[in-house]
């Protein structure tokens, strides 16, 4: 799913009569694969084996319900590839949508002025002077040349901008400068799949996902520069100790005995 519009709408009345009549086994693979054409923004290939995975059942299951999502029409089978109509639908219309919003923000900029240039500055400069000199009953105020020692740093700007940087790294972007995960970080479906495609179940996944954020949260090396690659060190880890002993560590690499406490706390709800 685009970063520029991580959502979609959701209607609970169209889906719960939609889903009508399906087993448990259809539903899950009918809302995993409604999610996975979200997420990817258009179909998804038709691999019985990755969304057995996903859902956590055999390929022969998964293969199974898919035939009667498609018979039942819930699905469409188009060149090896599994989509939905509504989904079609709704993704066309994001993208339309975002085509808009790019024509708008081109009309709102003003003519002549190159963005992020020194004229631009300049001319932004002469008129908050202008608007001193009026508030100060016509007396404009020194104003300090671009570059100054005296001149005072944009606070605001530069919190937006550490925000952004900590939220792109969260979300697998690499980051110039280390930053924890935010206090309401959700894991992207898109690294559970990639731990569950390499051996873990989804539920000791998104265990292992919360402990990482609670250790980033709480430890004094919680800060990584990207955390996708620390996602895939955290639960290979796993992997290669089950037991929860352990092991030699690297510099940087969260607390073995700290880790599976955390752990422990999550897995019994504590």
């Known amino acids: ?16 009569t939609g889903s009508r009549g399906l087993t448990p086994t259809e539903t899950t693979v009918y809302i995993t694969v409604l999610n996975l054409i979200y997420e990817k923004d258009g179909p998804v290939d038709a691999d019985p084996a990755t969304l057995g995975r996903y859902c956590l059942m055999t390929k022969k299951a998964a293969e199974t319900a898919l035939e009667k999502l498609v018979e039942k029409r819930k699905l469409k089978l188009v060149d090896g590839r599994y989509s939905n109509q509504r989904a079609e639908d709704e993704i066309a219309r994001k993208q339309e949508m975002r085509k808009t919003q790019s024509k708008n923000a081109k009309k709102r900029k003003k003519p002549g002025r190159a963005s992020g240039s020194l004229g631009t500055q300049l001319d932004v400069s002469h008129e908050r002077v202008g608007k001193k000199a009026h508030k100060n009953n016509g007396t404009p105020q020194p104003m300090l040349p671009l570059g100054s020692a005296n001149a005072q740093p944009n606070k605001k700007e530069e919190i937006r901008t550490k925000k952004q940087e900590s939220v792109a ?3 697998g972007q690499k980051s110039k400068r280390a930053s924890r995960l935010p206090d309401d970080w959700k894991i992207p479906n898109e690294w559970i799949g990639e ?10 996944a998104m265990a292992e996902a919360e402990a990482m954020k609670n250790w980033s949260l709480s430890a004094p090396s919680g800060a990584k520069l990207d955390w996708r690659a620390a996602w895939r060190n955290w639960y290979r880890r796993r992997l290669a100790n089950p037991s929860g002993a352990p092991q030699p560590r690297n510099r940087g690499d ?11 706390r999550i897995t019994k709800g504590g």
């Open 254 to 264: 969260p607390p073995d005995d700290d880790f599976r406490r955390e752990l422990d």
């Open 1 to 16: 799913m685009s970063t520029e519009q991580p959502w979609v709408r959701w209607f609970p009345a169209n889906w719960l």
């Open 169 to 171: 790294n969260a979300t």
């Open 195 to 204: 731990a569950v495609a390499e051996g873990l179940t989804q539920a000791a």
